[in-house]
């Protein structure tokens, strides 16, 4: 197992932004015009086939997600608590923030920034769909959007290989 200077930075990242991510939700709650209008059904099971997420050149694993119908190009993170959009993907799928939508706090690589909770209708990484998924918009700093464990851990199961991910509804 290979440990260097830039894991430990990436996995303190990662740990203060879950860690930071969690505390957030737990205390202000979806909140905002993006918010659903009608009640979620408590973690409803994951639908559709296995999907496999190849890993990148780049050692990330990208995946091309489709979030509430739109093509959105993401970073699976296990480490991110929820997923995590960024303010040009949030536009894309008709989600319409106002500064007083973003409400709390994350610590991204860039440092505290504000985010916006929400809630996705759907998200589907090939044939693994999940229905009703916690979100947050993050303000600025966040490079590419992250599917994070909201989605992920909704799955029954996902696993990693050298070569890619397997995403089990």
């Keep these: ?35 659903a209008a009608t009640p979620v ?14 890993k990148a050149a780049d050692g990330h694993y990208w995946a091309d997600a489709r979030i509430d119908g739109q ?12 997923v995590a959009l960024t303010p040009a993907d949030a536009r894309r799928l008709g989600l319409h923030l106002t500064p007083a939508d973003f409400t709390g706090t994350v610590i991204t690589a ?8 929400v809630r996705l209708a759907e998200v589907a990484v090939a044939g693994a769909r999940v229905d009703e998924v916690e979100a ?3 303000e600025q700093g966040l490079p590419h959007s992250l599917l994070g464990m909201s989605y992920l851990g909704r799955l029954s199961s996902f696993s990693a290989t050298p070569a890619g991910l397997t995403l089990r509804p």
């Design 41 to 54: 059904a408590a973690h409803a099971a994951a639908e559709g086939v296995p999907a496999q997420v190849l």
């Design 71 to 82: 093509a959105v190009r993401v970073m699976v993170d296990t480490g991110a608590s929820v």
């Design 110 to 117: 860039s440092g505290s920034v504000r985010a916006a909770p």
């Design 136 to 138: 947050l918009v993050v």
């Design 1 to 35: 197992m290979r440990f260097d200077l830039s894991s430990f930075g990436v996995m303190a990242l990662a740990v203060a932004s879950a860690l930071t991510t969690a505390w957030w939700l737990n205390h202000a709650g979806p909140r905002g015009q993006a918010q």
